[in-house]
């Protein structure tokens, strides 16, 4: 018989419930994806604040997962498996997440799996374009990890060959956006001014591309920089600064170093297919740009929709589904969050 998986995604500072039906054939079925996000109560500190984002956790748990529940047309008492965002995160947020699962599967007498946050975004994609390829290669580009990773089972076996040694992705986004006097989070509006800009403007430097940088690490901490820098030394001179020339250049500068090194890692390491995740993912020069390189590498590329790409409970639900589907052993009902949780755990 199916099961139905519930999801819980408190990582951050989207409060996620996910509900999925596993298939006796192991394929898994989105039924409800509802997320409450609380992006503006941090906008005016142009970052999240662990303790306003635990707070909205708390806030709007249950209402969230009232409306998985209406949106599924389920019952509480449907669910067979929970599975909840054990790590990495912050801590306070995820700490509400992991209670309010515990609280469920106690009440409903279901297995618990406490799973890993990243390896949520990579089995996301199984909502959208079916079971994952052994092995392939994932790209996870977020606010907070920018990691290369071979996943060879996704309930059991994926390994870091390539993670940032700074500033991930979405952060440097975030932080010239402030430079910029753009909106946060950073992502969207300098997609937007990018598509009004020339990329090739301004020569923004690609960080760890040196013959003796680690071939698969990142660093965009010298990017920002370099932004910084120009943007200072151009209203030294007085000059109005081109929004959209220097986002475009950016942009193009972060896209081209994410999708060179995921595709050389491809390649080099014998892998036909590329998943590319996390909130990052829905940036489109990242993703045109991902699509290119991998046609001419003869690789295929997959990424999730936008909606799917950002923290959510289905992603969770999902993971959680072929964590159950692969027998692991549930969590027991005494594990604590651990906001420093490596990929290579995908369930505790």
Not at 1 to 29: P, W, Y
Not at 130 to 157: F, Y
Not at 295 to 307: D, H
């Amino acid at each position: 018989m199916s099961r139905i998986v519930m999801g819980i995604e408190s990582s951050c500072d989207e409060t996620g419930v996910g509900l999925v039906r596993l298939h006796d054939d192991g394929t898994v079925e989105l039924l409800a994806d509802e997320v409450a996000s609380s992006v503006e109560q941090h906008a005016r500190f142009g970052g999240v604040v662990p303790e306003v984002a635990s707070r909205a956790h708390l806030e709007a748990m249950v209402p969230t997962a009232k409306r998985a529940f209406e949106t599924a047309g389920l019952e509480l008492s449907d669910v067979d498996a929970i599975a909840v965002t054990a790590g990495p995160g912050l801590a306070g947020a995820l700490l509400v997440g992991v209670s309010a699962a515990k609280a469920y599967a106690a009440a409903l007498d279901v297995p618990l799996y406490g799973v890993n946050h990243l390896a949520g975004h990579i089995a996301v994609d199984t909502l959208q374009h079916g079971p994952l390829p052994a092995p392939c290669l994932a790209l996870l580009v977020s606010g907070g990890h920018t990691q290369l990773l071979r996943v060879d089972d996704i309930a059991g076996k994926i390994t870091e060959i390539g993670s940032t040694v700074d500033d991930a992705a979405g952060e440097a986004y975030d932080k010239v956006a402030r430079l910029l006097d753009l909106p946060y989070p950073g992502g969207p509006p300098i997609d937007k001014a990018a598509k009004n800009g020339n990329p090739q403007a301004i020569a923004f430097p690609r960080g760890m591309t040196g013959p003796r940088d680690a071939p698969f690490d990142f660093s965009f901490s010298g990017l920002k920089t370099a932004v910084a820098r120009w943007v200072e030394a151009a209203e030294r001179r007085g000059e109005p600064i081109p929004v959209d020339d220097v986002a475009a250049s950016f942009q193009e500068a972060v896209a081209d170093v994410l999708t060179a090194k995921a595709v050389r890692a491809a390649t080099e390491s014998g892998i036909g297919t590329l998943v590319i995740s996390g909130g990052v993912a829905a940036n489109s020069r990242l993703s045109s740009l991902a699509a290119e390189r991998c046609e001419a590498a003869g690789i295929e590329l997959r990424v999730p929709r936008p909606r799917l790409c950002t923290d959510n409970g289905a992603m969770i639900a999902a993971l959680g589904a072929h964590v159950v589907a692969a027998g692991c052993t549930p969590s027991s009902l005494d594990f604590s969050a651990n906001p420093a949780l490596p990929v290579s755990t995908v369930s505790i």
